[in-house]
């Protein structure tokens, strides 16, 4: 069994928590089955529904919390906090999102896949490096490209990413 010091290759660099891996063949079936499941269609994240698409989220007790944007502090577009089923995002991005802006239906698909794939932060202990199917961030981006592929929504985008000289290979969506 290799150690964190054995191995010659670089090491994968977790863009957020470390969780239980999934491949990415098990996140887009389980994305394809829950889009099923809540009905969801090309349409439904078009500008004209997109509002009533989050609005039945609350059948599942999943909250999007609209800030306004002068309190908004975050260089986020916007944060999932999946252990209190809630999405935050600043006003200017919810009206955007509204608009159909399909930048943001992709990042809010992104924070929904951080919730239904039950991501928690917390500490965790390995011998080994980390690997990508452990990297929420990396998960979530999947979770976000196997909804939009599926309903074939317009402009599927890859999550934006703020790299800070001093934390290399760390982001935030």
């Known amino acids: 069994m290799k150690t964190l010091d054995d191995s010659s290759e670089e090491p994968f660099r977790l863009r957020g928590h470390r969780v239980m ?5 098990k996140i887009y079936s389980y994305a394809q089955g829950l889009a099923d499941k809540l009905e969801w269609k090309r349409n439904s994240f078009n500008a004209s529904n997109i509002e009533h698409t989050l609005q039945t989220l609350e059948v599942w007790k999943i909250n999007i919390d609209v800030i306004d944007d002068h309190e908004w ?24 999102l509204t608009d159909g802006l399909t930048e943001n239906v992709w990042i809010m698909l992104h924070e929904l896949g951080h919730i239904f794939l039950g991501h928690r932060a917390g500490m965790h202990f390995a011998d080994k490096h980390p690997q990508k199917q452990e990297d929420s961030e990396w998960q979530a981006d999947v979770f976000a490209d196997a909804i939009a592929e599926y309903l074939k929504l317009p402009g599927n985008k890859k999550q934006l990413e703020l790299k800070f000289e001093e934390n290399k290979g760390q982001s935030r969506t």
């Open 21 to 25: 891996p999934l491949t990415e063949q």
């Open 73 to 96: 502090i975050s260089l986020t577009r916007a944060i999932a906090e999946p252990d209190q089923l809630l999405i935050r995002v600043p006003n200017q991005f919810y009206k955007s």
